[in-house]
């Protein structure tokens, strides 16, 4: 019986590095659909199992011994399945995100993929005792496959559910459209990252001033 490929033997060795200028992983999540506005077409950042590994394990949501372990032990086929699923979370929470920053309201598909996903993570989690106090927390076997999936729907949750909507913004690049928390002082933060958009626009109004 031929060997089922793990995810670590199919996939590209080279390693991504992500861009975490949202200042969540909920958001951070979302901006893996990087260009989302530009006429020409996004760029997905998330093409692999290993991507998002390294993204979660970036985003600190799990540790590199515990992402070298999923991706030797986790089969390929079903890393595509989970990848698949983490961009089904990562849409439905950019509809509902982009939806609050541009006052409308968000679809109701796009809340019942919301309500799917963290049911589905509650399913997962157990009560255990902490000492002093009970607290959910996901199962210690190991191997588990979806546990990005699982941290980042627990993730997506704690944002949209929490005061920190309130400082929820957009990059002002048109095209990009990055989210992030604003935390400056003043709360007039415009760009997803100044040495990348910031200077891209700046460069733009220079040239626009001069031609005219």
Request: charged share 25%.
């Amino acid at each position: 019986m031929q060997k089922t490929p793990t995810a670590a033997e199919v996939t590209d060795p080279k390693g991504r590095v992500f861009d975490l200028s949202g200042g969540h992983p909920a958001l951070d999540l979302v901006n893996t659909l990087d260009w989302r506005f530009r006429e020409s077409g996004p760029e997905e950042l998330l093409e692999t199992y290993a991507d998002l590994l390294r993204f979660a394990e970036q985003t600190e949501l799990i540790d590199a011994a515990e992402a070298s372990k999923l991706l030797r032990s986790v089969p390929a086929t079903r890393a595509l399945k989970i990848v698949a699923a983490v961009r089904e979370l990562r849409e439905a929470a950019a509809d509902v995100l982009y939806a609050a920053v541009d006052g409308k309201s968000p679809s109701q598909s796009a809340m019942k993929q919301l309500q799917q996903c963290f049911a589905a993570v509650r399913q997962n989690q157990q009560l255990d005792w902490a000492g002093d106090k009970l607290r959910w927390t996901l199962p210690q076997s190991s191997p588990l496959p979806g546990l990005p999936l699982w941290l980042l729907s627990l993730s997506t949750l704690e944002f949209i559910t929490s005061e920190q909507m309130l400082t929820l913004r957009q990059c002002g690049n048109a095209e990009c459209r990055w989210l992030f928390v604003d935390t400056s002082k003043n709360h007039t933060r415009r760009w997803c990252n100044m040495k990348i958009c910031g200077n891209r626009m700046k460069a733009r109004r220079f040239k626009a001033q001069h031609r005219a």
